[in-house]
């Protein structure tokens, strides 16, 4: 299917647009469009990690401000601003040197997916979990993280439906969020989070109810108002209801088996490993939106009920019932291990079937040679 894509955000229109245009020109000609994709994610993966390392428990910045350098902030805003560029001059790219394919579209929004999650676990760091005094919860980081994952989800289940992928105005807004708030850390480290900011609400409290405000009120009505439309042009994809929200089954029940385990778990698994457990909560449900794009853009009906479901609802009943004990957080490590390796795997094989069906290489705008 054609692609297309529709941005009305005046933020992306009026600045980012032309900026981006202006970037274009230094990329090389020779240079994949993937690779620019590729690229963007391995930076932002690099500075999880990074942070990761001086921060595991989310507990840095509000035990002791200065655990995590200056440079790290610095470090972050700078491979946010890298992976938003290339993120938005990857399909440019893809037209300028006329090599665009379903490949790319699939790749750059299954790693967009991926990144998702991760944009928002770094920056977790920032804000430090509640130690009492100042930071966010960790339920309200699960929270917070599911409601960004929702949104995304929403403009690809629209896309599902209508054949067009209204950009969110949040993407842009985000960013740019994203990168101001690390550039404000590293200029003023991270006590400016920890002092109330106006009427004894702390900037974190802001961002969380701006985030809730917009998809809210912005993102999800916007949604619903497109499929509507579609369907009242008679342009949608799917003439049944059931086959319209099809996609949206393992989403939510992926969403109900983790809030299960989050809220009955008898050793707080949340509150003991909040990293890797947010963590596979953003694989699992990257891999379930990879299968829906995938669907959408072949106009293939989703299977009901994602592979993952069944072992994730085994593991959850055991861990519930009390069934692990003590091994709760080892069982969390493994599945979280095994989640990622499967994720990983699958987008392995998926390039590679794509690549050889389109006689392509992901890497390189060369041709591949006919067996």
């Not at 989310?58 to 700078?78: D, E, K, Q």
């Not at 804000?127 to 699960?142: A, E, F, I, L, P």
């Not at 609400?201 to 912005?218: A, C, E, K, M, P």
């Amino acid at each position: 299917s054609q692609y297309s894509a529709v941005d009305t955000n005046p933020l992306s229109v009026y600045v980012m647009q032309p900026l981006w245009n202006k970037i274009i020109k230094l990329v090389p000609l020779w240079i994949a469009p993937n690779l620019l994709t590729f690229s963007g994610f391995v930076m932002i993966l690099f500075n999880y990690f990074l942070i990761s390392f001086y921060d595991w428990d989310y507990t840095a910045s509000g035990t002791s401000p200065g655990l995590i350098p200056t440079w790290v902030w610095l470090f972050s805003a700078f491979t946010t601003f890298c992976a938003y560029a290339l993120d938005s001059i990857d399909g440019k790219h893809a037209r300028r040197t006329q090599s665009s394919t379903p490949l790319g579209e699939l790749f750059d929004h299954g790693l967009d997916s991926w990144a998702t999650s991760i944009f928002v676990l770094s920056f977790f760091s920032v804000c430090s979990r509640d130690n009492g005094k100042t930071g966010v919860s960790v339920y309200t980081m699960y929270i917070y993280l599911s409601i960004v994952l929702f949104n995304f989800m929403c403009s690809h289940w629209e896309k599902y439906n209508t054949g067009v992928l209204f950009l969110p105005w949040g993407y842009d807004i985000s960013q740019v969020v994203l990168i101001a708030a690390y550039l404000l850390t590293g200029a003023a480290g991270v006590e400016i989070w920890q002092k109330p900011l106006l009427f004894g609400y702390y900037i974190t409290d802001v961002l969380v109810i701006l985030l809730i405000g917009f998809s809210l009120l912005l993102s999800f009505p916007q949604t619903l108002y497109n499929i509507h439309s579609a369907h009242l042009k008679k342009t949608l994809k799917n003439d049944s209801l059931y086959e319209g929200l099809l996609p949206l089954v393992s989403p939510l029940l992926l969403f109900v088996l983790l809030t299960v385990w989050v809220v009955l778990s008898p050793s707080n698994i949340l509150a003991k490993q909040p990293r890797l457990f947010l963590w596979m909560v953003g694989v699992a449900f990257s891999n379930v939106i990879c299968k829906v794009i995938i669907c959408q853009m072949s106009s293939t009906q989703p299977e009901l009920f994602h592979w993952f479901l069944f072992p994730l609802a085994l593991v959850v009943y055991a861990a519930i019932s009390g069934l692990l004990g003590w091994t709760e957080e080892a069982v969390l490590g493994v599945v979280t291990a095994l989640v990622t390796a499967a994720h990983v795997h699958y987008g392995v094989c998926v390039g590679r079937q794509l690549s050889e069906h389109l006689n392509i290489y992901i890497f390189s705008l060369k041709k591949r040679v006919q067996e």
